[in-house]
């Protein structure tokens, strides 16, 4: 059973030597939560803690989390936290609003730089070392996207 769960999202360009690795959404202790969504998804039980997610798979789990954002719907669902309810909600919460913009870059309805400047803002965001020196680069990148820029949602489930 996993004590922390998440999605990142990493941006890769092997032509520019870049990366980036950003956490959009994290859980510590949630397991009734990740067993919705690893239900949602089909890979609960599998032996595997890390997979890609598509457009489909941010949706799913987007729906799951605004679902939970309601105090009433956490009590009845008994989600099997250590976290208060009242903590437990205001966490979804604010884990809903950070996929809703990942979800809104999949859609096209922000850009890439404002998808990366919410990234930026985020608590949980983490980078590679020399992000800062990076910093250059990646505005070239924004400017004028290589052809090989690869944009990956992950999800994890860690022991």
Request: charged letters at 35%; glycine letters at 4%.
């Amino acid at each position: 059973m996993g004590l922390d769960n998440g999605i990142t999202c990493r941006i890769t360009s092997k032509e520019k030597n870049f990366e980036r690795c950003y956490e959009i959404c994290y859980w510590r202790k949630y397991w009734g939560l990740r067993d919705n969504i690893l239900i949602e998804l089909d890979h609960y039980g599998e032996d595997c803690y890390e997979w890609e997610l598509d457009e489909n798979d941010i949706l799913s789990i987007k729906d799951i989390l605004e679902y939970f954002c309601d105090i009433e719907k956490v009590k009845e669902a008994e989600l099997s936290t250590i976290w208060n309810n009242e903590d437990e909600v205001e966490w979804i919460k604010k884990q809903y609003r950070q996929i809703s913009v990942a979800f809104d870059y999949l859609q096209n309805k922000i850009s890439l730089k404002q998808f990366t400047d919410a990234l930026n803002s985020w608590q949980w965001m983490f980078t590679l070392e020399g992000w800062k020196k990076e910093e250059e680069l990646w505005q070239q990148i924004l400017e004028s996207p290589p052809d090989d820029l690869k944009i990956v949602f992950e999800f994890y489930d860690s022991y």
